[in-house]
């Protein structure tokens, strides 16, 4: 018998916007309530899933990716932006993060920035981060894949580039 397939969990949690880390005393930084949506692969053992950090301002693309990833069995974490999701990845709240994907242009902060702060921080520079982009720009692929990314995907993202991906991740 088929097991019913579980919606996405939707949390909500609180980030600092601060520009000061950890500062003292009272009126701290802005502070904001932030949309996750977390999906965790069908089964007993999602725990031991690879978990994977998909970052896109597209509402489309990132649904995409996270439909791929998740019929892959993979557990998904979305979130609309670089900022946004360096500043999860930094307070912990996304935790076992086995991969990053993102998309290159962003508003904000773009893909290519996440990748030089992940590959900074003595915490997350283990992770493998994916650059995801429209735009065929040699350079550009070149400029990611010198600073450490683990591959430069064209989009749309197949299964077939997942795939590749995963296994070679793991």
Known sequence: MAAAAQAPAAAKVV??????AGG???????????????????????QSEMHVLAVDDS????????????????????VESATRALELLCLGLVPNVNMIITDYWMPGMTGYELLKRVKESSQLKEIPVVIMSSENVPNRISRCLEEGAEDFLLK??????????CSRIR
């Open 15 to 20: 980030v600092s916007t601060s520009p000061r």
């Open 24 to 46: 003292g005393g009272g009126g701290g930084g802005d502070r904001k309530v932030v949309p996750v949506v977390v999906a965790a692969a069908a089964g007993d053992e999602a």
């Open 59 to 78: 509402s489309v693309d990132r649904a995409v990716i996270a439909k791929i990833l998740r019929s892959s069995k993979y557990r998904v974490t979305t």
């Open 156 to 165: 749309p993202v197949r299964p077939s580039d997942v795939s590749r991906l």
